[in-house]
Nanobody, 125 residues
Protein backbone atom coordinates (compact mmCIF):
# COMPACT_ATOMS: atom_id res chain seq x y z
CA UNK A 1 0.00 0.00 0.00
CA UNK A 2 1.44 3.31 -1.11
CA UNK A 3 1.32 5.85 1.68
CA UNK A 4 2.57 9.36 2.42
CA UNK A 5 2.45 10.63 6.00
CA UNK A 6 3.19 14.24 6.88
CA UNK A 7 4.33 15.46 10.28
CA UNK A 8 5.83 18.53 11.89
CA UNK A 9 2.97 20.99 11.64
CA UNK A 10 1.87 23.15 14.52
CA UNK A 11 1.33 26.65 15.85
CA UNK A 12 4.15 29.18 15.52
CA UNK A 13 4.48 32.94 15.82
CA UNK A 14 5.18 35.10 12.81
CA UNK A 15 8.89 35.07 12.04
CA UNK A 16 9.32 31.58 13.42
CA UNK A 17 10.26 28.32 11.75
CA UNK A 18 8.87 24.84 11.27
CA UNK A 19 10.19 21.76 9.54
CA UNK A 20 7.69 19.46 7.88
CA UNK A 21 8.48 15.86 7.07
CA UNK A 22 6.75 13.43 4.74
CA UNK A 23 7.54 9.74 5.08
CA UNK A 24 6.77 7.53 2.10
CA UNK A 25 6.13 3.80 2.10
CA UNK A 26 5.11 1.23 -0.47
CA UNK A 27 6.56 3.05 -3.45
CA UNK A 28 9.93 3.36 -5.18
CA UNK A 29 10.61 6.70 -3.56
CA UNK A 30 13.70 7.61 -5.56
CA UNK A 31 11.70 7.38 -8.79
CA UNK A 32 9.25 10.10 -7.78
CA UNK A 33 9.39 13.84 -7.85
CA UNK A 34 8.05 15.01 -4.51
CA UNK A 35 5.94 18.10 -4.08
CA UNK A 36 4.48 20.20 -1.29
CA UNK A 37 1.14 21.94 -1.66
CA UNK A 38 -0.98 23.90 0.78
CA UNK A 39 -4.62 24.74 1.16
CA UNK A 40 -6.01 27.58 3.22
CA UNK A 41 -9.70 27.72 4.18
CA UNK A 42 -11.88 28.66 1.23
CA UNK A 43 -9.03 28.53 -1.25
CA UNK A 44 -7.79 26.00 -3.76
CA UNK A 45 -4.81 23.82 -3.03
CA UNK A 46 -1.73 25.57 -4.34
CA UNK A 47 1.81 24.60 -5.20
CA UNK A 48 4.52 25.41 -2.66
CA UNK A 49 7.68 23.53 -3.60
CA UNK A 50 8.97 20.41 -5.31
CA UNK A 51 12.17 18.42 -5.62
CA UNK A 52 13.25 16.10 -8.40
CA UNK A 53 13.86 12.40 -7.83
CA UNK A 54 17.62 12.90 -7.69
CA UNK A 55 17.35 16.07 -5.58
CA UNK A 56 19.18 17.83 -8.38
CA UNK A 57 16.43 20.34 -9.06
CA UNK A 58 14.14 22.26 -6.75
CA UNK A 59 11.14 24.42 -7.53
CA UNK A 60 9.37 27.04 -5.45
CA UNK A 61 6.32 29.23 -5.57
CA UNK A 62 7.23 32.90 -5.68
CA UNK A 63 5.47 33.46 -2.36
CA UNK A 64 7.88 31.17 -0.49
CA UNK A 65 11.11 31.58 -2.44
CA UNK A 66 13.96 32.51 -0.14
CA UNK A 67 12.06 31.43 2.98
CA UNK A 68 11.28 27.74 2.37
CA UNK A 69 13.70 24.95 1.45
CA UNK A 70 12.70 21.53 0.14
CA UNK A 71 15.04 18.56 0.52
CA UNK A 72 14.86 14.77 0.48
CA UNK A 73 16.58 11.71 1.89
CA UNK A 74 16.23 8.82 -0.54
CA UNK A 75 17.64 6.38 2.01
CA UNK A 76 15.00 7.25 4.59
CA UNK A 77 12.26 7.73 1.95
CA UNK A 78 11.47 11.14 3.39
CA UNK A 79 11.00 14.62 1.98
CA UNK A 80 11.31 17.76 4.08
CA UNK A 81 10.10 21.32 3.93
CA UNK A 82 12.05 23.77 6.07
CA UNK A 83 9.94 26.88 6.56
CA UNK A 84 11.60 30.03 7.92
CA UNK A 85 10.37 33.59 8.43
CA UNK A 86 6.81 32.33 8.57
CA UNK A 87 3.96 34.75 7.94
CA UNK A 88 0.30 34.55 8.92
CA UNK A 89 -0.55 34.06 5.24
CA UNK A 90 1.40 30.78 5.33
CA UNK A 91 -1.36 29.34 7.52
CA UNK A 92 -2.80 26.31 5.75
CA UNK A 93 -2.93 22.56 5.66
CA UNK A 94 0.27 21.34 4.02
CA UNK A 95 0.24 18.25 1.84
CA UNK A 96 3.04 16.25 0.31
CA UNK A 97 2.55 14.45 -2.99
CA UNK A 98 4.42 12.06 -5.26
CA UNK A 99 4.68 12.46 -9.02
CA UNK A 100 5.86 9.61 -11.26
CA UNK A 101 5.70 11.41 -14.59
CA UNK A 102 8.79 13.30 -15.73
CA UNK A 103 6.90 15.10 -18.45
CA UNK A 104 4.34 17.08 -16.52
CA UNK A 105 4.73 20.31 -14.63
CA UNK A 106 5.61 19.88 -10.97
CA UNK A 107 3.33 22.86 -10.26
CA UNK A 108 0.26 21.06 -11.61
CA UNK A 109 -1.79 19.54 -8.84
CA UNK A 110 -3.41 16.96 -11.12
CA UNK A 111 -0.02 15.60 -12.22
CA UNK A 112 0.63 13.96 -8.83
CA UNK A 113 -0.20 10.30 -8.24
CA UNK A 114 -0.28 10.03 -4.45
CA UNK A 115 -1.11 12.42 -1.65
CA UNK A 116 -0.70 12.51 2.10
CA UNK A 117 -3.44 13.43 4.55
CA UNK A 118 -1.93 16.81 5.38
CA UNK A 119 -0.57 18.59 8.43
CA UNK A 120 -1.88 21.87 9.82
CA UNK A 121 0.42 24.88 10.00
CA UNK A 122 -0.87 27.94 11.85
CA UNK A 123 1.13 31.16 12.03
CA UNK A 124 -0.06 33.73 14.54
CA UNK A 125 0.59 37.45 14.14
Amino acid sequence: QKQLVESGGGLVQAGGSLRLSCAASGLAFDRYTMGWFRQAPGLERQFVAAISWSAGTTYYADSVKGRFTVSRDNVKNTVFLQMNSLKPEDTAIYYCAAQSSRYQSVRLRSSYDYWGQGTQVTVSS
